[in-house]
């Protein structure tokens, strides 16, 4: 495409670059560049393509400075977390370096004498990938990684706010000597999007498609995309839960909710969205909470010296939570801390004070949708099925915290949530050995660990007669 889309800043509104405004046309000349390359790359062995991939590790690390000062432009996240998600995003890449060397296939005992029952595993073909602004470069490495190793070719549509983290990577891989057409990126305005995610989801040579983002936009996807039956793997939206029982630790899971609920300024699927406090120890946690809220953490600039939490990525999300607390305020709620637009941050960008709300109410949006900003909000429960209902009591399953001494309630809550990954005495859950992903309305399929692969290979049968 020769048209442009310019990249914003969120921090000062200013435009730091453009990408090409591609359209539905350059997405079909994209996907069959990428179904001409898995012609020759499904062929190459597990070896071969474990150490393209560790070059392109190699590349990552050696450029991770800048690929870090790119994503803080384009996204506004403190400089410190977009060094933070590059090595997180590298880690996947690292992973699935290793795992391209394990498609194992079995040998299943067959009950017909003179008979041998073999199980291949084989790429499942052409791949579309849509990711989100949040993390624009570890949400493509985690999906990439995978498909790379299990022979597959990827088209990338990366979020219209946040392209130039994904070309970059682009362009890491080709110099990696990865061949031409097995990554393809496609960039696009927001106007563009609809055209061009219905290319990705309906063309037939496009075999899969992996996205992470919004549930409504996720069961869109999903729907377009069975109408050639794809395989599909979605990582939605999440409504975290995070329990601080009468016995917990209350210092260490202050602690704990600072960096789940305000990293990335509260804009990403798993963070806490829904903080339920046993009411014998209320008072005391978010005494200690908003102690640490006002020391630790300071609005700014991400690139700016000492800044802890930046700007809201897009305006849209910006006036949800403008909202969302005018809302909750409405119905009795009250803010202890925040609330508002912070005065005397540099710039125009999209600033919104780390928020504390008490006394809350289950009705207003804030409890029953994903926030996807900075706020807070504190409930209080008096028993352990209380809370238990009260968490479950919507309709995604993402992510869930608890902090609880007592060993039993560990195990019983652990069980009990209604989600995909659970972190008990801890507000962290990622890493690359580890299976992320959820249930109900938070999606289908798992990323990283030893399962990421397995979306990414057909399983195929071979029933040999030796006689």
């Known amino acids: 495409s020769q048209q442009q889309v310019d990249i914003v800043d969120p921090a000062t509104l200013e435009t730091i670059g453009s990408a090409p405004n591609m359209d539905a046309s350059d997405v079909k000349l994209a996907i069959s560049a990428a179904t001409r390359a898995f ?30 000062r790119l994503m803080t432009l384009e996204n506004g996240k403190p400089l410190a977390e977009a060094q933070g998600e590059v090595m997180y995003g590298a880690s996947y890449i690292e992973w699935f370096s290793e795992e391209a060397k394990r498609g194992y296939g079995d040998i299943v005992p067959s009950p017909i004498p003179g008979s041998r029952a073999l199980v291949m595993k084989q790429p499942v073909g052409v791949v579309a990938i849509i990711t989100p602004y949040n993390f624009p470069n570890a949400m493509i490495t ?18 219209h706010e946040t392209p130039l983290s994904a070309l970059a990577l682009c362009e890491l891989a080709a110099r990696a000597g990865i061949p031409p057409g097995v990554i393809n990126m496609v960039t696009c305005s927001a106007k563009n999007t609809p055209a061009v995610g219905l290319e990705l989801t309906t063309n037939p ?67 806490a969205n829904r903080i339920y406090v046993h009411d014998a120890v209320y008072d005391e946690f978010v005494g200690a909470f908003t102690t640490l809220v006002k020391e630790k953490l300071k609005v700014g600039h991400g690139l700016s010296e000492g800044t802890t939490i930046g700007p809201m990525i897009t305006k849209r999300g910006l006036d949800k939570v403008e909202e969302q607390v005018q809302l ?10 925040g609330g508002k637009r912070p005065e005397g941050v ?35 429960f008096t028993s352990e099925d209380e809370v238990i209902r009260r968490a479950n009591a919507v309709s995604v399953g993402l992510a869930g915290y608890f902090f609880s001494r007592d060993v039993a309630r560990v195990f019983r809550v652990a069980e009990a949530l209604e989600v995909g990954m659970v972190g008990a005495n801890t507000g962290s859950i990622g890493f690359d050995a580890a299976p992320f992903g959820g249930i109900k309305e938070s999606g289908v399929g798992r990323e990283g660990s ?16 030796v006689e």
């Open 450 to 465: 030893r399962y990421g692969m397995n979306d990414y290979l057909n399983i195929k049968l071979i029933n040999l007669s």
């Open 328 to 337: 909750a305020v409405a119905s009795g709620a009250t803010v202890v801390l």
């Open 205 to 271: 040579e496009v075999r899969k498609v992996s996205f992470t983002g919004s549930t409504a936009v996720g069961k869109l996807l999903m729907g377009q995309a069975s109408t050639t039956m794809k395989r599909v793997s979605m990582e939605l939206g999440g409504n975290a839960p995070f329990i601080v029982f009468e016995d917990a630790d209350i210092q260490k899971a202050a602690a704990h909710l600072l960096q789940c609920k305000f990293r990335n300024a509260g804009q990403t699927c798993v963070c």
């Open 346 to 380: 540099a710039g125009k960008g999209y600033f919104f004070e780390p928020t504390v709300l008490v006394n809350v109410s289950d009705d207003v949006p804030m409890t029953c949708e994903e926030t996807f900003g900075p706020l807070c909000p504190i409930y209080r």
């Open 142 to 159: 985690r999906k990439v990684g995978a498909a790379l190793a299990a022979g597959c070719t990827v088209v990338i549509r990366p979020a």
């Open 39 to 68: 012609a020759s790359w499904k062929h190459t062995t597990g070896k071969e393509r474990s150490q393209l991939l560790r070059k392109w590790l190699e590349l990552i690390l050696a450029n991770k400075d800048d690929l870090a």
